[in-house]
């Protein structure tokens, strides 16, 4: 029961010792403190027989400890915008429930996967989508192969050693010395390293720990073959390395 012109439910905010948050709850002021902390479960992870509660004022002062549980939660003063705070006695540490490393993860195999209906995979597969649309995939592995025999074919067409100059859309050209010319580890299809004539590139010839080539820092550089155009071109000076 409720006295009268008090609400039946009461907006509480809940922290515990085992969490870094607050959780906003709504809670019946009709509950024995065992019940609510049979609720409190699980919002905190607690087991309740290892629950203290303390009640705070919304401006976070100390009120009162709730340690009676026979007692209704609505017979303390709590109102909305109050903070229960639960301290845990099980023994556990802060954020031990927080860590979703330390959860078991349920794994199904392909082999039972697939024999499921109504899943995501049986519908892309009914539906011919993705890798399941053979056409689909032929279509894009021919693809793959017809760009990357391309720049092959471009790649062996420049020498390593060749003065070149460098033309990408958006960008000025630059000019410099073909270094390198082949595959890369750090991105798929062929690749042309290039040492500029000044210090507008973005590394010294090394991509993720790997030397392919060597230049100063922010000398070298890496192009697609479809941007490089080799030729009798002088070097030039692009007064980078003028003093002020």
């Not at 024995?32 to 002062?61: H, N, Q, R």
């Not at 340690?67 to 540490?93: F, K, M, N, Q, W």
């Not at 519908?123 to 391309?150: D, I, P, V, W």
Request: hydrophobic share 30%; with cysteine.
């Amino acid at each position: 029961m409720s006295v009268t012109g008090t609400p039946a439910v009461v907006s509480v905010s809940i922290s515990s010792t085992l969490n870094s948050f607050r959780a906003l709850k709504r809670y019946a002021r009709g509950l024995t403190i065992a019940e609510f902390k049979c609720k409190l479960e699980l919002v905190v992870g607690s087991p309740a027989s290892c629950m203290d509660l303390e009640l705070y004022t919304p401006d976070d002062k100390f009120v009162m400890k709730l340690d009676s549980d026979e007692a209704l939660l609505g017979s303390y003063p709590i109102e909305d915008g109050c903070r229960i705070h639960v301290t845990d006695r099980s023994g556990a540490t802060i954020g031990e429930y927080e860590d979703v490393s330390r959860v078991e993860k349920f794994e199904l195999p392909d082999s039972e996967y697939d024999k499921r209906r109504g899943t995501a995979r049986s519908f892309m597969k009914h539906s011919k989508l993705g890798q399941y649309n053979t056409e689909e995939m032929l279509k894009k592995e021919t693809e793959r192969e017809e760009k990357l025999a391309e720049e092959k074919a471009l790649a062996e067409a420049i020498s390593v050693g060749a003065r070149c100059e460098v033309r990408a859309a958006g960008q000025p050209s630059k000019r410099g010395t073909v270094m390198y010319v082949g595959l890369t580890e750090f991105k798929p299809g062929y690749w042309i390293g290039i040492k500029y004539d000044e210090p507008l590139g973005k590394h010294d010839g090394s991509v993720d720990g790997k030397q392919y080539f060597e230049c100063l820092p922010k000398y070298g550089a890496f192009v697609k073959p479809r941007n490089v155009t080799m030729g009798d071109f002088p070097e030039e000076d692009y007064g980078l390395d003028d003093e002020m």
